[in-house]
Antibody, heavy 117, light 107 residues
Framework: EVHLVESGGGLVKPGGSLRLSCAAS????????INWVRQAPGKGLEWVSS????????YYADSMKGRFTISRDNARNSVYLQMHSLRAEDTAVYYC??????????WGQGTLVTVSS | DIQMTQSPSTLSASVGDRVTITCRAS??????LAWYQQKPGKAPKLLIY???TLETGVPSRFSGSGSGTEFTLTISSLQADDFATYYC?????????FGQGTKVEIK
């Protein structure tokens, strides 16, 4: 069974940094792209970033470029999202999701990031 | 970046109704469109990919159509379990943008 478990969320001050992790199991991790999606309280889904199976190709939403860095460790079946210069508007639940056939077919339960002084 | 626009933002319907949600892309995305259902406090669930292919296990009352820039999600006979928010997502080039969502409420 496919499982994705996010961790690393919490309370951080404006301007601070945070590193989220996504631990995967139940599938051939090094064969699939993994993605981060966030959802601010009461708002819609916002795609954040994607990384291909080998890590060769990385994509970011325009509003995340330069502040967020996605990476993966195929030996540890994990994907990471390093976030810098955090702002109040980055407050959201952050989900990791596995890419399937041109869609995100499995999702984690999410981890909450709160940016507040 | 490709922008995705859904309509309506909110839809009030009754059990048994036929419901249609529209998603428009700011430029052609061929058939690289997915639909998701999300209930409060839960992660999204994939319903349809490649515009019209039903994900395994999704009830056949859900269907998708369209190509290019205009797409629709149809629920043929709304069930109590279908009251939720629905999102489209484009899967083209280097972006995976979502639409703003359509909330399906009980009338």
């Amino acid at each position: 069974e496919v499982h994705l478990v996010e961790s690393g969320g919490g309370l951080v001050k404006p301007g601070g940094s945070l590193r989220l992790s996504c631990a995967a199991s139940g599938f051939s991790f090094n064969s699939y792209s993994i993605n981060w999606v966030r959802q601010a309280p009461g708002k819609g889904l916002e795609w954040v970033s994607s990384i291909t199976s080998s890590g060769s190709y990385i994509y970011y939403a325009d509003s995340m470029k330069g502040r967020f860095t996605i990476s993966r460790d195929n030996a540890r079946n994990s994907v990471y999202l390093q976030m810098h210069s955090l702002r109040a508007e980055d407050t959201a639940v952050y989900y990791c999701a596995k890419s399937g056939d041109y869609a995100f077919d499995y999702w984690g339960q999410g981890t909450l990031v709160t940016v507040s002084s | 970046d490709i922008q995705m626009t859904q309509s309506p933002s909110t839809l009030s319907a009754s059990v048994g109704d036929r419901v249609t949600i529209t998603c428009r892309a700011s430029q052609s995305i061929s058939s690289w469109l997915a639909w998701y259902q999300q209930k409060p406090g839960k992660a999204p669930k994939l319903l349809i990919y490649k515009a019209s292919t039903l994900e395994t296990g999704v009830p056949s009352r859900f269907s998708g159509s369209g190509s290019g820039t205009e797409f629709t999600l149809t629920i043929s006979s709304l069930q109590a379990d279908d009251f939720a928010t629905y999102y489209c997502q484009q899967y083209n080039r280097d972006s995976r943008a979502f639409g703003q969502g359509t909330k399906v409420e009980i009338k």
